[in-house]
């Protein structure tokens, strides 16, 4: 294939290079806010867990005094109501034995469950207050008699809260930017799809004015023809009136095809085989003018009937076997074509294969981009097509199987007529 003028190079290189920038610096923002949420999330909560020991520390040491004062019954319950009982966080008293007894604010356990299975549970939960915060001290007696009891803490429903709140909103930060990023695909296919089909209704509505005036000029071949006689020495040439009847029948298809993209072309069962022997037969009378050393072959299994629009499908055929030419030597090019059944047993595949010089490497992944192209006067619009026409319209595949110099294979499915359907 020829290669592209240093201009569109350069252009490449300019475009890649400012989308892998713009990636990259979406990605760099996004780890930067995710990291900046992280960090002031988890300070806070080392402030609060900071808050919570210091009122812990107060706690005991209020309530190892209201146990031990003098003071009478009534000023102890109040004590103990106000200010110990109010705790907002998790707290488990254990006796000598590190046996709970006495907790509060325990995943709604009530003070009243003694249950085994209770108690059980709260040992467990005690374990693991005592991994993350340790414990304190409660020393209760006089000189004379004295035992201790431990004091154990969890992290409040506040600080469990905030230690999911970065995660929660990277989770909406990604959320929002996946929701725009396919916002933004689909506005972009929506716009590339107004543009296809605008391009192609006016390139349809081109046509027409010339095909008219041909058709006409053809009549008056045609009339010309019939009206010469003796005095008439005017000779019309029968065969060139016939290739300029099948140029004029080809120009009616092509304008055909381009107005039925944007719109629903209609589907019928069809003999792929029959439809790819006529565009062949036409390229092979076409091969002396190209070049006379290049070979056209199709080699066709035995298939049934293939879900088909004939206007689309041959174009898409049209559309290969071209390039297939346009990329192999006047001398020695071979164009293969093979259809066979799939695998599945469900669709049919088509092979085109070429020995021309094949398809760069960094160029493979792009063939099938609108305005993408490896010629110099290149639109960049025929793969952009033909993958339009086989995936969207007849619900099949199209892939480069693979390419080097000397093979390069295009390969692509085409489901059978669903008979079930019928039925």
Known sequence: MPKKSRFIQSADRLYISKATIFKL???????AISAIFVWYTFNV????????RSQVDKYVKMWQLAANSPTSGQELQFIFDEIIVKATFPIIVLNENREPIHWRNVADISIEDTTAATLAHLKAVSKQMFEDHGEFPLVFGDDTYSYS?????????????????????????????????????NIRQSEERHIWVGMAKETAHQLGTPISSLMGWLEVIEADRDDSGPDNCM?????????????????????????????????????LKKLIEEIVEYYCRRLPFEGRGQKLEYVAADTPPVLLNAELAGWVFENLIKNA???????????????????????????????????????????????FTTKKRGWGMGLTLVKRIVEEYH?????????????????????????????
């Open 25 to 31: 610096f979406l990605l760099i923002g996004i780890a």
């Open 45 to 52: 909560i080392e402030q609060l867990k900071e808050d919570t």
């Open 149 to 185: 009891n431990y004091f154990r803490y969890g992290d409040s429903e506040v600080i469990r809260q905030l230690k999911m709140m970065p995660f929660i909103e990277i989770g909406i930060l990604l959320a929002f930017l996946l929701l725009a990023f396919i916002g933004f695909q």
């Open 235 to 271: 000779e019309i040439d029968q065969t060139t009136v016939d290739n300029m009847q099948a140029d004029i029948t080809r120009l009616q298809r092509v304008a055909n095809r381009f107005g039925l993209i944007g719109s629903v072309p209609e589907m019928v069962a069809c003999d």
């Open 325 to 371: 030419l346009q990329a192999v030597d006047s001398r020695d090019g071979l164009v293969a074509i093979r259809s066979f059944m799939a695998a599945d047993g469900k669709s049919v595949t088509v092979e085109i294969s070429d020995n021309g010089k094949g398809i760069p490497a960094a160029a493979q992944r792009k063939i099938f981009r609108p305005g």
């Open 395 to 423: 619900g099949g595949k199209i892939y480069l199987k693979r390419s080097k110099p000397g093979d390069t294979v295009f390969e692509m499915t085409l489901p059978l007529v669903d008979d079930t359907k019928g039925s």
